[in-house]
């Protein structure tokens, strides 16, 4: 979510930057209308998720900028010339592009490098500066090489950026299809679901061939591997949003112009590591790089009663600020929690027992760089069962509260109601000495009784009282 209105964030600058300019150059969106398109994703064909996706993304471009469509394998199978001019790069119709994606078929191949090539020949021929966005559920399938396509016309002064969006790729898949984003001095954006799709497809259309070469860039990583991670600049002491990015597990770069920034960086690969920030000058022709480590260790929680895998809520707290870094709920298993170097209190907090040791803490436990470090409490009980009767065997509902025999505070209570299922009525409890308050109820209210029980650990003590 944080995700989206940070994007948003960034779609709303460059609509003001535009509305304060001339017309953008056009946006020219290769569709892949190939036969795989027909594949699933989360209970949805690909073709129907990249038709609803792509006409948000176009319905929020600015007012005065003209779209284009080409599509290709939307006529007959088998045919690797199967690809379309759809719609023209003059036009600035949003509906022409939304009801064009919406009636395509899905049919064919896959033509990457034969629809690269049309595209960009027709920039020459008009003298159009145009940014390129090709989304695909596939690889090449007609033998073209789209790298080379576009290296070349990059090489012969063709002023276009080209984006490439692999859709529900594979990593094995992906390398052409970066080789090309990268010769066209775009970015290759990966897109496993719909929510991927828009989120991508919202940068890509913030990415354009007006707006400046990157001056600025980030690589990010954890214990020595490249992550994901979002980059949101803004103007020093500010919020004004300057210029977002992805590293997408590479370098993210971004542009400054002359002036002071705040930059965040945030990993997105499910961490409990926390963003971090810095704050950079830029000068006229400066060109900068800036490494972010995000490194961090893990710490393996294990929560047991009596020896069995017990449902239990942990936290790792800051040792200094005792603010929670992180925090996990067991459900009976193992889990990890992944955190920087440092220093930690670690609680324990068990579920469904009661008792005056439900509740356990660690203080400093240290968390090293690249390491695991396990942990693992044990927790005890016992089990009390009461039930209430009358002389005749009929079952007696009654209220029944357990009290600490050293303090006099309530532990628990319940109900025995009067069915086989809960009278005699079960409680879960450490180990220990309780005095037991039973208040008879409903039909045979006004009886009472006190008495005293002790709870072993794994054990089970009944006590049933007839009124």
Same mark, same amino acid.
């Given at each position: 979510?944080?995700?989206?209105?940070?994007?948003?964030?960034?779609?709303?600058?460059?609509?003001?930057?535009? =509305?304060?300019?001339d +017309?953008?150059?056009?946006?020219?969106? &290769?569709?892949?209308?190939?036969?795989?398109?027909?594949?699933?994703?989360?209970?949805?064909?690909?073709?129907?998720?990249?038709?609803?996706?792509?006409?948000?993304?176009?319905?929020?471009?600015?007012?005065?900028q003209?779209?284009g469509?080409?599509? @290709?394998?939307?006529?007959?199978?088998?045919?690797?010339?199967?690809?379309?001019?759809?719609?023209?790069?003059?036009?600035?119709?949003?509906?022409?592009?939304?009801?064009?994606?919406?009636?395509?078929?899905?049919?064919?191949?896959?033509?990457?490098?034969?629809?690269?090539?049309?595209?960009?020949?027709?920039?020459?021929?008009?003298?159009?500066?145009?940014?390129?966005?090709?989304i695909?559920?596939? &690889?090449?399938?007609?033998? !073209?090489?789209?790298?080379?396509?576009?290296?070349?016309?990059?090489?012969?002064?063709?002023?276009?950026?080209?984006?490439?969006?692999?859709?529900?790729?594979?990593?094995?898949?992906? =390398?052409?299809l970066?080789?090309? +984003?990268?010769?066209?001095?775009?970015?290759? @954006?990966?897109?496993?679901?719909?929510?991927?799709?828009?989120?991508?497809?919202?940068?890509?259309?913030?990415?354009?061939?007006?707006?400046p070469?990157?001056?600025?860039?980030? @690589?990010?990583?954890?214990?020595?591997? +490249?992550?994901?991670?979002?980059?949101?600049?803004?103007?020093?002491?500010?919020? $004004?949003?300057?210029?977002?990015?992805?590293?997408?597990?590479?370098?993210?770069?971004?542009?400054?112009?002359?002036?002071?920034?705040?930059? +965040?960086?945030r990993?997105?690969?499910?961490?409990?590591?926390?963003?971090?920030s810095?704050?950079?000058?830029?000068?006229?022709? #400066? &060109?900068?790089?800036?490494?972010?480590?995000?490194?961090?260790?893990?710490?393996?929680? *294990?929560?047991?009663?009596? #020896?069995?895998?017990?449902? *239990?809520?942990?936290?790792?707290?800051?040792?200094?600020?005792?603010?929670?870094?992180?925090?996990?709920? *067991? @459900?009976?298993? *193992?889990?990890?929690? $992944?955190?920087?170097?440092?220093?930690?209190? &670690?609680?324990?907090?068990?579920?469904?027992?009661?008792?005056?040791? =439900?509740?356990?803490?660690?203080?400093?436990?240290?968390?090293n760089?690249?390491?695991?470090?396990?942990?693992?409490?044990?927790?005890?009980?016992?089990?009390?069962?009461?039930?209430?009767?009358?002389?005749?065997?009929?079952?007696?509902?009654?209220?029944?509260?357990?009290?600490?025999?050293?303090?006099?505070?309530?532990?628990?209570?319940?109900?025995?109601?009067?069915?086989?299922?809960?009278n005699?009525? $079960?409680?879960?409890?450490?180990?220990?000495?309780?005095k037991?308050?039973?208040?008879?109820?409903?039909?045979?209210? !006004?009886?009472?009784?006190?008495?005293?029980?002790?709870?072993?650990?794994?054990?089970?003590?009944?006590?049933?009282?007839?009124?």
């Open positions: 979510m944080k995700l989206l209105i940070t994007l948003c964030c960034v779609l709303g600058f460059s609509l003001q930057s535009y =509305t304060q300019q +017309a953008p150059s056009p946006i020219l969106f &290769i569709y892949d209308a190939s036969g795989s398109m027909w594949g699933q994703l989360d209970g949805k064909s690909k073709k129907v998720i990249a038709s609803e996706v792509l006409s948000t993304s176009v319905n929020n471009l600015p007012s005065n003209n779209i469509l080409m599509a @290709y394998g939307h006529r007959q199978k088998g045919d690797c010339n199967d690809i379309e001019f759809l719609v023209d790069l003059k036009n600035n119709s949003k509906s022409n592009i939304t009801n064009a994606v919406s009636n395509m078929k899905a049919l064919g191949k896959t033509p990457l490098a034969r629809s690269a090539s049309l595209a960009i020949n027709s920039l020459k021929k008009t003298n159009t500066k145009a940014t390129i966005i090709l695909t559920d596939g &690889i090449e399938s007609c033998d !073209g090489d789209v790298c080379k396509v576009v290296s070349e016309a990059k090489a012969s002064g063709i002023d276009f950026k080209l984006h490439i969006v692999g859709f529900g790729l594979k990593e094995s898949e992906t =390398t052409q970066k080789c090309a +984003a990268n010769a066209g001095g775009g970015n290759y @954006y990966d897109a496993s679901n719909a929510s991927a799709l828009g989120e991508v497809l919202t940068e890509a259309t913030t990415q354009t061939v007006d707006k070469d990157g001056n600025f860039s980030i @690589y990010a990583s954890k214990n020595g591997q +490249a992550v994901d991670a979002w980059i949101n600049v803004t103007k020093s002491g500010t919020k $004004e949003v300057v210029d977002g990015s992805r590293t997408y597990r590479d370098s993210g770069w971004v542009y400054l112009p002359p002036g002071t920034y705040d930059i +965040a960086i990993p997105l690969e499910g961490s409990d590591i926390p963003g971090t810095i704050t950079v000058n830029m000068e006229e022709g #400066d &060109i900068k790089h800036k490494n972010i480590s995000f490194d961090g260790g893990t710490l393996e929680v *294990t929560a047991t009663n009596n #020896d069995e895998g017990w449902d *239990t809520v942990v936290k790792m707290l800051d040792i200094n600020t005792g603010k929670v870094v992180a925090n996990t709920r *067991t @459900y009976g298993r *193992t889990k990890t929690m $992944e955190v920087p170097a440092g220093l930690y209190k &670690i609680t324990f907090q068990a579920l469904v027992m009661k008792g005056n040791n =439900t509740y356990f803490e660690i203080d400093k436990i240290e968390i760089s690249n390491e695991t470090t396990s942990i693992s409490h044990n927790f005890e009980t016992g089990k009390a069962r009461i039930g209430v009767k009358t002389s005749n065997g009929e079952l007696v509902d009654a209220g029944v509260n357990f009290i600490d025999i050293n303090s006099g505070k309530r532990i628990t209570g319940g109900r025995t109601y009067t069915s086989d299922k809960s005699p009525r $079960e409680f879960l409890l450490n180990p220990g000495t309780y037991v308050e039973v208040r008879s109820l409903g039909a045979h209210v !006004g009886h009472n009784e006190t008495f005293t029980i002790e709870v072993k650990q794994a054990e089970t003590v009944t006590k049933i009282i007839t009124f």
